[in-house]
């Protein structure tokens, strides 16, 4: 046991020294560089008024009334991002004083940045063992670890993770998974239980708005286990009771940001669009378009919907009872799908389905699905068809790189033309990043707490493998604890010095002149240029296409909303 214990965590651990030798240490994302300045703002100025991290002095930006940034972004990730910056500026100041040339050349910023890019693969590489784990739950080892690395490879799961590493997904996924598997623990708990799920929920939803979705599958699950007598009707009370105190501290936080109680997230919905076919189809960055494999997960959707009807004529057997849990995970998925067509663009500036990262834990178990009770011959060709699906997600991301994806919709390459554009891609996930010398000075501690979680694997798997579900929920129960305890205490923190120092730094700062040229904007125009940006990428993409009739009706919903 010992032995194959240790085989395993020698290839996971050059697996991640490998991904350590190749992340992009910039700290860069689309939503760069908010997220650095939320980070650097509370660490530097003890607040989360970013405006100085942003802009210069007498520049012209859009304040809000409070004459903070009227940023919708979540900021709650600093909690866990902070730890990161502060290590950076650790090591930069140890290095200047020992005098390490490969650091002090290097420079401050970027080995903050480096800092801050290695937390993104590690949450990344634990939410795909924890995704292994929820799997294995259900599926055996070997189609878990396939389904895992399938939808690692073949969705920009691996493009978030490796080079767009400046965003909050990688947390995401690993809240999503125990969020889930919480919740699917829950059945026959008392009030504590359920109350730990509402506070830990709202730390998913603080580090990720669109946690919101996972109550289109929350809900009716704890209304079927209501139903079936399996849990109290209190249990949702405590769990909403649970959801208050942090939601409490996030619209105060808010409210001194914008200066009024406001939502940035709810701004980029837009009732008179509708995008779902262009949103999944379209060549510009749909889902489906970007990451075929996910017609193989919708395939296990189906097929375990097929099956979960036995459940309804007195077949309670345990993969009946899984594949009706299955088709409520992929009846969510599909809710949030429909509900994210309403929205000004469904670009965003990134490679395909970045949006639905945090579902990647219902994708694999959907995927893992196809292979249940099927023959041989369908297994070999669902490998087939899925390593093809994985060269197409990457040509697309290539492609994405190199903006050959805006140069395409014009035009028709074959596709060997097209693999021209894998020298972007390979350029960055096949070759070691800057300095070696620099990037071991700086990472050489973070890959000994990378050893560190890869030999805990087994303690991680306990939480999903343990027979006897009183044991198990008591394991995590504490680990949920844990990780909630350490977030709220943290993001409590953080408002506290928001609250005392928000105000008298940006005084400070008014005095000084910094917001001379700042233009300040009201409730109705915070997400404006958020909007309108995003209403310019679709623009482009309808007049590449041909269509002037939604060129000409997104234009005039620009206009409106510039004039407001």
Same mark, same amino acid.
């Given at each position: 046991?010992?032995?194959?214990?240790?085989?395993?965590?020698?290839?996971?651990?050059?697996?991640?020294?490998?991904?350590?030798?190749?992340?992009?240490?910039?700290?860069?994302?689309?939503?760069?560089?908010?997220?650095?300045?939320?980070?650097?703002?509370?660490?530097?100025?003890?607040?989360?008024?970013?405006?100085?991290?942003?802009?210069?002095?007498?520049?012209?930006?859009?304040?809000?009334?409070?004459?903070?940034?009227?940023?919708?972004?979540?900021?709650?990730?600093?909690?866990?991002?902070?730890?990161?910056?502060?290590?950076?500026?650790?090591?930069?100041?140890? $290095?200047?004083?020992?005098?390490?040339?490969?650091?002090?050349?290097?420079?401050?910023?970027?080995?903050?940045?480096?800092?801050?890019?290695?937390?993104?693969?590690?949450?990344?590489?634990?939410?795909?063992?924890?995704?292994?784990?929820?799997?294995?739950?259900?599926?055996?080892?070997?189609?878990?670890?396939?389904?895992?690395?399938?939808?690692?490879?073949?969705?920009?799961?691996?493009?978030?993770?490796?080079?767009?590493?400046?965003?909050?997904?990688?947390?995401?996924?690993?809240?999503?998974?125990?969020?889930?598997?919480?919740?699917?623990?829950?059945?026959?708990?008392?009030?504590?239980?359920?109350?730990?799920?509402?506070?830990?929920?709202?730390?998913?939803?603080?580090?990720?708005?669109?946690?919101?979705?996972?109550?289109?599958?929350?809900?009716?699950?704890?209304?079927?286990?209501?139903?079936?007598?399996?849990?109290?009707?209190?249990?949702?009370?405590?769990?909403?009771?649970?959801?208050?105190?942090?939601?409490?501290?996030?619209?105060?936080?808010?409210?001194?940001?914008?200066?009024?109680?406001?939502?940035?997230?709810?701004?980029?919905?837009?009732?008179?669009?509708?995008?779902?076919?262009?949103?999944?189809?379209?060549?510009?960055?749909?889902?489906?378009?970007?990451?075929?494999?996910?017609?193989?997960?919708?395939?296990?959707?189906?097929?375990?919907?097929?099956?979960?009807?036995?459940?309804?004529?007195?077949?309670?057997?345990?993969?009946?009872?899984?594949?009706?849990?299955?088709?409520?995970?992929?009846?969510?998925?599909?809710?949030?799908?429909?509900?994210?067509?309403?929205?000004?663009?469904?670009?965003?500036?990134?490679?395909?389905?970045?949006?639905?990262?945090?579902?990647?834990?219902?994708?694999?178990?959907?995927? $893992?699905?196809?292979?249940?009770?099927?023959?041989?011959?369908?297994?070999?060709?669902?490998?087939?068809?899925?390593?093809?699906?994985?060269?197409?997600?990457?040509?697309?991301?290539?492609?994405?790189?190199?903006?050959?994806?805006?140069?395409?919709?014009?035009?028709?390459?074959?596709?060997?033309?097209?693999?021209?554009?894998?020298?972007?891609?390979?350029?960055?996930?096949?070759?070691?990043?800057?300095?070696?010398?620099?990037?071991?000075?700086?990472?050489?501690?973070?890959?000994?707490?990378?050893?560190?979680?890869?030999?805990?694997?087994?303690?991680?798997?306990?939480?999903?493998?343990?027979?006897?579900?009183?044991?198990?929920?008591?394991?995590?129960?504490?680990?949920?604890?844990?990780?909630?305890?350490?977030?709220?205490?943290?993001?409590?923190?953080?408002?506290?010095?928001?609250?005392?120092?928000?105000?008298?730094?940006?005084?400070?700062?008014?005095?000084?002149?910094?917001?001379?040229?700042?233009?300040?904007?009201?409730?109705?125009?915070?997400?404006?240029?958020?909007?309108?940006?995003?209403?310019?990428?679709?623009?482009?993409?309808?007049?590449?296409?041909?269509?002037?009739?939604?060129?000409?009706?997104?234009?005039?919903?620009?206009?409106?909303?510039?004039?407001?």
């Amino acid at each position: 046991m010992e032995h194959k214990r240790g085989i395993i965590f020698t290839v996971l651990l050059v697996s991640f020294f490998y991904c350590f030798l190749v992340y992009e240490s910039n700290f860069h994302g689309p939503d760069e560089p908010i997220y650095f300045s939320y980070i650097a703002s509370i660490v530097e100025d003890g607040d989360l008024n970013v405006a100085n991290q942003m802009y210069r002095s007498g520049e012209r930006f859009a304040v809000s009334p409070a004459n903070n940034i009227p940023d919708f972004h979540n900021h709650a990730g600093v909690v866990l991002w902070a730890p990161f910056y502060l290590y950076g500026k650790l090591i930069y100041r140890t $290095a200047a004083h020992l005098a390490l040339a490969p650091v002090t050349e290097a420079g401050f910023r970027e080995t903050v940045t480096c800092a801050l890019s290695f937390s993104t693969v590690l949450f990344g590489f634990i939410a795909l063992m924890l995704t292994f784990f929820f799997c294995r739950a259900f599926f055996s080892s070997r189609v878990s670890f396939f389904a895992t690395a399938v939808l690692f490879l073949g969705t920009p799961f691996f493009h978030t993770m490796l080079v767009d590493t400046g965003n909050p997904n990688m947390m995401g996924v690993v809240l999503s998974v125990l969020s889930l598997w919480y919740c699917l623990c829950l059945e026959g708990e008392r009030k504590l239980p359920w109350f730990l799920y509402g506070a830990f929920f709202s730390v998913c939803v603080a580090i990720k708005t669109e946690f919101w979705f996972q109550l289109l599958f929350i809900v009716p699950f704890f209304a079927w286990g209501i139903f079936l007598r399996k849990s109290s009707w209190r249990g949702p009370l405590y769990f909403i009771m649970g959801l208050i105190p942090l939601l409490a501290l996030g619209t105060l936080n808010n409210a001194i940001k914008y200066g009024t109680l406001h939502s940035g997230e709810a701004s980029l919905f837009n009732p008179k669009n509708f995008y779902f076919f262009e949103q999944n189809f379209s060549p510009y960055r749909g889902f489906f378009y970007t990451s075929p494999v996910f017609y193989l997960c919708i395939l296990g959707l189906v097929l375990a919907l097929i099956s979960a009807r036995r459940y309804f004529r007195g077949a309670p057997e345990k993969k009946i009872t899984d594949d009706l849990l299955f088709s409520m995970l992929g009846l969510y998925l599909c809710g949030k799908i429909f509900l994210l067509s309403f929205r000004y663009a469904w670009g965003g500036g990134t490679p395909g389905a970045r949006i639905l990262l945090t579902e990647f834990p219902v994708f694999v178990l959907l995927f $893992a699905r196809v292979f249940r009770g099927q023959r041989l011959r369908f297994k070999v060709l669902i490998c087939a068809v899925s390593g093809l699906c994985i060269f197409w997600n990457w040509l697309v991301i290539a492609e994405y790189m190199s903006g050959a994806d805006i140069k395409n919709l014009g035009d028709v390459f074959s596709l060997p033309a097209r693999c021209a554009s894998f020298r972007h891609l390979f350029g960055l996930i096949f070759a070691v990043k800057g300095s070696l010398a620099f990037r071991l000075i700086c990472g050489a501690p973070l890959l000994a707490l990378a050893a560190a979680c890869i030999w805990r694997i087994p303690g991680f798997a306990a939480l999903f493998s343990v027979r006897d579900p009183q044991l198990r929920a008591r394991l995590l129960l504490r680990a949920t604890a844990t990780v909630t305890l350490v977030i709220s205490i943290g993001y409590a923190w953080i408002t506290g010095m928001n609250v005392v120092n928000n105000g008298r730094n940006t005084r400070e700062l008014k005095d000084r002149g910094f917001f001379r040229n700042a233009e300040v904007v009201t409730r109705s125009r915070f997400e404006r240029h958020e909007n309108a940006g995003s209403l310019e990428e679709i623009i482009v993409y309808y007049k590449l296409r041909g269509d002037q009739g939604k060129v000409s009706q997104l234009k005039k919903l620009k206009r409106q909303l510039e004039k407001r």
